[in-house]
């Protein structure tokens, strides 16, 4: 970027490349399980996936179906046949020498995903997707990577299946790009091949120039980005860690730029401890991975896997048809699309009870109750069930909406009791009409002021008198039945 | 067991089943095929040490079939040699003529089979690994369709161009040790159903009446008189028992070793790169970052010819290269297959001379690359077009050397080659 451009208005033109690990039982290229969370280093290994000599991989073809759905999902174009290559360089967490990715067949090319940022559309193209194997993990002992006394290699996670996401530099802010990798995750995990909760499950390097705003009105020239010094953001955890991290760039690019100083064209590495980037190594050669096609990988042709894979109704169609079909409002529906297990728990209730009452209460009360504990609803898996049995009981009157809320669903995320448990224990069951009945007319009998108030037209009495059956009734009567019962006692 | 040769590595006995169609036999395994708890070394330095953890497929394949493995035989450093000489563990001698050398890659193998060691040996054939030191040494020696038998514990020193292959004092022991090692194996995506159930033995008749035999002219010429006296004398014989011979032309040969050595050089290139110091080979007591200690552990554990095939096929990969060497081979290729394919209409075998020249004395050849890699000329076209070809003894010299004819048979062929080399053998 030259310095004349300190008078002018500057703007952030971004582009990103996401790593997402793909949620399938195995790696990549051999049949160890991709499941070693908690496991003791190196004991998810075999031959392959610690590069032996003479071993050979074999392709897990979940792994290509997984990409193929995102493919879809994405509206990529799916290649006739997918190749591998070898990318070459030496690394201690790399026990080949050579990482197998894709080159030039990648399993998606020339596809988009639209977002929404403040009511604003924007349709960020995604330029290709490729399948490749992550490497192994690395534990400095005594320092940081350059002054540890050793260095310790856990390759479990070697040969774990990625999918590399390069997108347009098609980003103008970093909002935009937060607002793209939460529409990712949350595609990724409609098609199921994603777990965000998993460590490493998503790592982000973000490219950004700062260019004059005059030249991005429309299309932005690829000239105008040639000439703007390119930083590379590496290190990037989250779609929050992307925002913030580029925010930071933005204004020390900006400033840098405004007191007519040169922005390096450098990889710089987000510390989200510090919450900020620090140079990494400026102007370094680019480096020659020697790339050329894996023998050991026949080519395997997926032409018709497109066709043939299906694929879930996604968040916006979703989002759409529940506003639609359920009448719901936007933000409700967005609430209750923002998960496939939200929205598929919604709508099984949805099907038995008034839709209205389902809404409510996985919309407000169950994820306002989950959020406040800081719990998922995949923290509920398995108790389903007693979540659809209260509702039920609320749908059938036999609980108060109040009770249900305050002591029931409570009582079920803290204790992890069942509803049916909790209203036996705390005596919640309503009480039967005839009891409320009794404590109608026995508050009548006992306050004949507040009724001749109230014959006098006094509605402030009614409200007296609701009071007092409540107190009768411990509370478990319907005030709404009550108000009721003692209009018709009154009025007659 | 003496090993009066240097035929082996490691000797070592691996037992196998009790019952089998190699009950009682004994098998000599090339050491670039892993054994588990046997070290596997590729005649390298850097794998002095190293003990697989597992079996490769076609070892499994011996021991259930019931053969016995008897250890492990001498190689060229990875494979990288035509002659035995470049191993970290000494030269192996020609068993017909100690001062000559037994051929290479597999040098071991053709030794221990000619020295009656072991009954049979695989190897591993690249660009003739199998089929030079079987002409050498004066035994069968096949180098099988690529994808026919499983690499899977095979040490990669070019992995689109090689096979295992069977060594054998007969064309039918090959073809028996082939029937038990052939066919596909889920640890090897390129492998193929062809040899499944094979039955090759069955095939070693020598019934080559009405049998066309082409012989490339290009793959002839350059032979030494006397080998090439040899090859017409074994024609003449194909000629009695009722085969017609005719002359064929494959023109891109003239590019074939410059293509094989352009190709298995990248590629070993990337093979290798494993061997870093981290998990094989000398490892710490290195100044300098882990690039530096790279290099060092290199520089130390990997012998001259390896180290210079890894700098050829990394320049030939470069940026700026790649189009002139790498791209430029690969075009090469395909045009020798199309050659080939196109031969293969008109012809059921074609016939060579394996080796162009007469087993050389140690030492002759190491000094000169060039002209080791020249001695390929005849057996790496059969690699670059992954075809199945067998070597057979076809008679002697005036010294009494050993000369080998080549059988190059189409894609699976391998029954045509097997029933038409035991005519000879
Ligand atoms: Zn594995």
């Known amino acids: 970027m030259s310095t004349q451009a300190a008078t002018e208005d500057l703007a952030a033109v971004i582009g990103l ?15 160890c399980s991709t499941d070693a969370a908690d496991a003791e280093p190196n004991t998810h290994t075999c031959p392959t996936c610690l590069g032996l000599p003479g071993a050979l991989p074999v392709l897990n073809e979940g792994a290509v179906e997984a990409a193929v759905r995102l493919g879809k999902a994405l509206h990529a174009d799916i290649p006739e046949r997918t190749t591998f290559h070898r ?19 990648p399993i998606c090319q020339d596809g988009e995903l639209e977002v929404r940022v403040e009511d604003r559309r924007r349709d960020i193209g995604i330029t290709r997707a490729h399948l490749e194997e992550d490497p192994g993990s690395l534990q400095h002992v005594g320092g940081s990577i350059d002054t540890a006394d050793y260095t310790k290699v856990d390759y479990n996670r070697a040969g774990t299946p990625l999918v590399e996401i390069v997108t347009e530099p098609d980003f103008r802010s970093p909002d935009e790009t937060r607002a793209f990798l ?45 000439e703007a010094n390119r930083t590379e953001v590496k290190n990037i955890s989250s779609h ?72 879930p109704e996604l968040p916006d169609a979703r989002r759409e048809r529940f506003r639609e079909e359920y009448d719901l409002s936007e933000e409700a529906a967005s609430k209750l699309t923002s998960t496939k297990e939200v929205a598929d728990f919604f709508e099984e209730i949805a099907r038995e009870y008034d839709p209205d009452l389902a809404a409510t209460w996985v919309a407000d009360n169950l994820l ?85 108030d109230y014959e006098d037209g006094d509605e402030g009495a009614i409200n007296f008198l609701v009071g007092q059956v409540m107190q009768k009734t411990g509370g478990s009567a319907d005030p709404g039945q009550v108000n009721g019962l003692l209009r018709e006692e009154l009025d007659e | 067991m003496a090993d009066a040769h240097n035929a082996f590595v490691t000797e070592e006995t691996i037992e196998g089943a009790d019952s089998g169609p190699l009950a009682g036999a004994t098998v000599a395994v090339k050491d670039n095929i892993s054994t588990e708890g046997v070290r596997t070394t590729c005649g390298s330095e850097m794998l002095a040490e190293y003990v697989p953890p597992y079996d490769a497929t076609v070892v499994s394949r011996l021991t259930d ?76 020696g096949i180098k099988p369709t690529y994808g026919l038998v499983s690499r899977y514990g095979l040490v990669a020193y070019a992995n689109s161009l090689e096979q295992i292959g069977p060594l054998a004092p007969t064309v039918e022991g090959a073809a028996e040790l082939l029937d038990v090692i052939a066919g596909p194996d889920e640890h090897d995506a390129t492998t193929r159903d062809a040899g499944a159930g094979s039955d090759y033995a069955a095939a070693a008749n020598g019934d080559v009446d009405g049998l066309t035999v082409g012989v490339p002219t290009e793959l002839v010429e350059g032979a030494d008189d006397e080998v090439r006296a040899v090859f017409e004398d074994a024609l003449d014989a194909y000629r009695d028992a009722g085969a017609e011979i005719e002359e064929v032309s494959l023109p891109s040969v003239e590019y074939g070793v410059a293509a094989y050595y352009v190709i298995a050089m990248s590629e070993a290139s990337s093979n290798l790169a494993r061997f870093d110091g981290v998990r094989y080979g000398e490892s710490g007591g290195f100044e300098g970052n882990w690039n530096e200690s790279f290099a ?10 390896v180290k210079r095939r890894i700098l050829l096929g990394t320049y030939a990969l470069s940026a700026g290269y790649h189009d002139k060497y790498y791209k430029q081979a690969q075009e090469a290729r395909a045009w020798v297959r199309q050659d080939f394919e196109g031969a293969f209409e008109d012809v059921d075998v074609l016939a060579t001379p394996t080796m162009p020249v007469l087993p050389p004395k140690l030492g002759e050849s190491v000094d000169d690359p060039l002209q080791m890699y020249l001695m390929d000329a005849n057996t790496v076209p059969v690699n670059l077009a992954n075809l199945p070809a067998i070597s057979v003894p076809a008679g002697e010299s005036s010294e009494g050397l050993p000369v080998g004819l080549q059988l190059v048979g189409p894609t699976f062929g391998e029954e045509t080659i097997i029933d038409a080399a035991a005519l000879l053998g």
């Open chain 1, 17 to 31: 490349e996401v790593h997402v690990q793909l949620e399938t039982d195995t790696k990549i290229f051999c049949g």
């Open chain 1, 87 to 105: 990318k070459n360089y030496f690394y201690p967490d790399l026990p080949k020498g050579f990482q197998l990715t894709q080159y030039d067949a």
């Open chain 1, 182 to 226: 939460a529409k990712l995750e949350e595609v990724l995990e409609y098609l199921g091949i994603y777990d965000a909760e998993r460590d490493g499950s998503l790592r982000v390097d973000a490219n950004i120039s700062m260019v004059s705003a005059d030249d991005l009105a429309g299309e932005v020239d690829d000239a105008v980005l040639a």
């Open chain 1, 240 to 311: 929050k860690g992307a925002q913030q991290a580029l925010a930071y760039e933005v204004t020390r690019q900006r400033n840098a730029i405004q007191r007519g100083r040169e922005v390096e064209q450098e990889t710089r590495h987000w510390d989200e401890s510090r919450g900020i980037t620090v140079s990494m190594r400026s102007k370094e050669a680019e480096k020659d991975y020697r790339y050329f096609e894996e023998a050991d990988l026949p080519p395997l042709e997926v032409s018709d896997w497109k066709e043939r894979l299906e694929i």
């Open chain 1, 368 to 452: 306002g109750e989950l959020n406040y504990r800081d719990m998922a609803v995949t923290d509920l898996e398995g108790r389903f069930d007693e979540f659809t049995r209260l509702v039920e009981l609320v749908a059938e009157d036999e609980i108060t909406e109040k009770n249900a809320r305050e002591v029931v669903l409570r009582g079920m995320l803290d204790e992890g009791e069942t509803p049916d448990d909790i209203v036996e224990a705390e005596d919640l069951g309503k009480t039967s009409g005839d009891e409320v009945q009794a404590a109608v007319e026995a508050a009548i009998a006992e306050n004949p002021d507040a009724v001749a």
């Open chain 2, 65 to 140: 079939a019931g053969a016995t493995i008897v250890g492990k035989t001498n190689m060229d450093e990875f494979g990288m040699g035509t002659t035995t000489e470049t191993s970290a563990f000494g030269a192996t001698t020609n068993p017909v003529d100690e001062e000559r050398v037994p051929g290479g890659s597999s040098g071991g193998s053709a030794a221990a089979v000619a020295a009656g060691d072991a009954d049979y040996a695989l190897g591993s054939d690249t660009g003739g690994s199998v089929r030079c030191p079987a002409a050498f040494c004066g035994v069968v």
């Open chain 2, 296 to 305: 060092e552990t290199r520089a130390e554990n990997l012998g001259d010819e």
